[in-house]
């Protein structure tokens, strides 16, 4: 058997109206749903930025700056100082800043200083928090729903190669 022709018995059942010079198209499965995507600050990683994901985010590292995510974890350790929002954030470990969410949950190890909008706050026994929690009016919307809404598509940013971005160095100027 070949894997690059058909068999014998495949090419005697082909049907009248296609053509010998045309391949042949299996019947394609439904796409199945894409996986949700994860993107991961590390261990030992420190960003010093603001973070945009369409889907979710893990925080192990440290991250000063505003994070917007669909869902939002900052593990056990990780330290995060900033402005949050994210539709659902699950805190484990160290936060400073401020906290927009529909659902916030404080784990047993977090530590939390500073505001917390939300439509539903958990907080766990031997969470620590020190700040202010607030009930939200309108739920906060994916990073997703919200650029779209913000930024037609025609006014979104263009990404430049490193040539066209940097000028080129030149020593005798």
């Not at 010998?20 to 019947?27: F, M, N, S, T």
């Not at 700040?131 to 309108?138: E, F, I, N």
Request: charged share 20%; hydrophobic share 40%; glycine share 8%.
């Amino acid at each position: 058997m070949s894997y690059f022709s058909a068999t014998k018995g495949d090419r005697d059942s082909r049907p009248a109206n296609v053509n010998a010079g045309e391949p042949r198209l299996a019947a394609q499965p439904a796409p199945a749903k894409a996986p949700d995507v994860v993107s991961v600050v590390g261990p030992g990683m420190t960003i010093t930025g603001n973070i945009v994901c369409a889907g979710s985010v893990q925080v192990f590292g440290r991250v000063t700056g505003d994070i917007h995510a669909a869902q939002l974890v900052i593990c056990d350790g990780a330290d995060v100082e900033g402005k949050v929002i994210a539709v659902d954030t699950v805190i484990d470990g160290k936060f400073k800043g401020t906290i927009h969410g529909n659902t916030v949950k404080l784990q047993r190890t977090a530590i939390v200083d500073g505001e917390i909008y939300n439509r539903s706050l958990t907080i766990e026994q031997n969470a620590q928090f020190e700040g202010v929690a607030r009930r939200l009016d309108s739920p906060v919307d994916a990073p997703a729903n919200m650029l779209a809404k913000i930024q037609p598509v025609a006014e979104r940013p263009v990404m430049l190669s490193m040539a066209q971005a940097v000028p080129a160095y030149d020593p005798v100027a």
